[in-house]
């Protein structure tokens, strides 16, 4: 019903073979994997639950760049390790969901309009920025 009702207006991607699925499962890039890495590592050494960490993996699974946009960052890596990211900020390449999102959005403009939800304000002005130097639009 849920198909049926959206099939004018969301693409459902439905394959055997997850290679040739855009999106559906991402292998993160070398840069995530290695964040998500030590998080999960730290993770593991925790007692209880760290929202922090969650937080940190939610960002470093969008986009490498976006773990420093938390105050937390700084309590899981070093000042340096924060400074080699901020050459990956507009790299597309350095998160594998927001190469998605490019690559769709590119795919389907001018003839469609793309709805993004996120729970963080960080992966939406990253994008915003993003749209801003790969498409030349302007927010507003």
């Keep these: 019903m849920l198909r049926g009702t959206t099939n004018g207006f969301v693409d459902a991607y439905e394959s055997a073979n997850f290679d040739s699925t855009p999106g559906l499962l991402m292998n993160t890039t070398d840069k995530q994997h290695e964040i998500l890495l030590k998080l999960h590592t730290r993770m593991d050494e925790c007692i209880g639950y760290s929202l922090e960490l969650e937080l940190l993996v939610t960002l470093g699974s969008i986009h490498s760049w976006l773990v420093k946009t938390t105050a ?6 070093t000042v340096g390790q924060l400074k ?5 900020k507009y790299d597309m390449k ?9 690559s769709l959005v590119f795919r ?14 960080a992966p939406v002005n990253l994008l ?4 801003e130097i790969f498409f030349n639009w302007r927010k507003d």
């Design 72 to 77: 937390c960052a700084n309590k899981f890596f």
């Design 108 to 121: 389907v403009m001018p003839r469609e309009k793309v709805l993004i939800f996120c729970h963080n304000l």
């Design 128 to 131: 915003i920025e993003l749209f």
């Design 84 to 88: 080699l990211l901020e050459e990956y």
């Design 94 to 102: 350095a998160g594998s969901k927001v190469k998605f999102v490019l």
